[in-house]
């Protein structure tokens, strides 16, 4: 494999079981244009910026089955950086879902599946045993994820997704590896120095940039919190305005690998975990209850539900987005 800028180190990771890395990295690209994260030709790229290192990009090559175990390549770039080389390394199994407490955890999860395949559809069940690769990613980056979806809070896909390409590639950094590498996302001190015209020209509304200064500006206390227990974590985010228990779960699923969290007041979750387990649509509270004999591993059941196939209703033309950009 051909890469502009020689990798500061490569290996191979034997984890023993299936990982389907394109789908599981799935929920941290944000689109064919999210300047930090990209699946392409087989390789999944991720930049960063951790806590306590220089930048990092690492690029993950596909095994050649999602469906049996293989070895996984990856190559990482920090710009030399033995620190962030090291940590990196060290982290990869955690990032892909793979290290021991994830696998005792699927494990689990497999065995309490196999216990009440009765109270789910049949094709719920069997797209576990479609999708044997499936794993929770775990990036532990709280800050950079809590912008992206932060950026996503009540608005359109097409929107966070639009406004979230316009703040990476405007004002985000290089990555290590170089063009056509993912950049590493902006900066607290850049979120903070960003003009209130410069939002409005990228499209992000003014209740997300307030919440955005917030992020940035708790950025060391929000750094912290990334290796304290879940609940920790998640009670410290919560304080913050702006965020609450849909933004909180969102990213712990992506940086930690949160098993148990699902996003209540999301637009559609509830809808189709209610369809899904019990042909109606329900709130969510009543997702909550349904969920209940898969407590611990709630998250991997909806994972499972929409890797099932069912097709979910659709009521009403969807949403669209408001452009306020040329106002």
Do not use: C
């Amino acid at each position: 494999m051909n890469f502009v800028r020689k990798p500061d180190y490569s290996d191979v990771l034997h984890p023993g079981v299936a990982v389907d890395v394109a789908a599981n990295m799935a929920p941290l690209v944000r689109g064919k244009g999210d300047p930090t994260a990209a699946t392409v030709d087989g390789v999944s790229w991720l930049s960063f910026q951790p806590v306590a290192t220089g930048p990092v990009t690492i690029a993950i090559v596909h095994p050649a089955s999602a469906l049996h175990p293989g070895p996984i390549r990856y190559h990482v770039w920090a710009n030399g950086d033995d620190d962030a080389i090291q940590r990196t390394v060290q982290r990869m199994p955690l990032l892909l879902g793979i290290d021991n407490d994830a696998l005792a955890g699927w494990a689990a999860f497999d065995e309490l599946l196999a216990q009440t395949a009765d109270l789910l559809p049949e094709r719920v069940v069997e797209a576990r045993r479609r999708h044997p690769g499936m794993r929770l990613i775990a990036t532990g980056q709280l800050l950079d994820e809590l912008f992206t979806v932060v950026l996503e809070q009540k608005v359109t896909q097409q929107q966070a997704r639009a406004t979230w390409s316009w703040l990476a590639e405007t004002h985000g950094n290089p990555s290590p590896a170089g063009d056509p590498a993912p950049k590493l996302a902006p900066r607290p001190e850049t979120i903070m120095d960003i003009a209130p015209w410069q939002w409005h020209a990228g499209w992000v509304q003014p209740f997300m940039v307030r919440t955005l200064k917030t992020v940035a500006s708790r950025a060391s206390a929000i750094n912290r919190l990334a290796d304290k227990p879940l609940e920790r974590i998640s009670t410290g985010l919560n304080s913050l305005p702006g965020i609450g228990p849909w933004t909180v779960a969102e990213t712990l699923q992506r940086t930690h690998g949160a098993a148990d969290y699902v996003a209540v007041g999301d637009f559609h979750i509830a809808h189709h975990v209610g369809e899904a387990l019990t042909g109606k649509r329900t709130d969510d509270a009543g997702m909550l209850e349904l969920l209940e004999p898969w407590a611990g591993h709630r998250q991997r059941i909806v994972r499972l539900i929409y890797a099932s196939g069912i097709r979910f209703s659709r009521y009403g033309p969807r949403m669209a987005a408001t452009d306020f950009r040329d106002r």
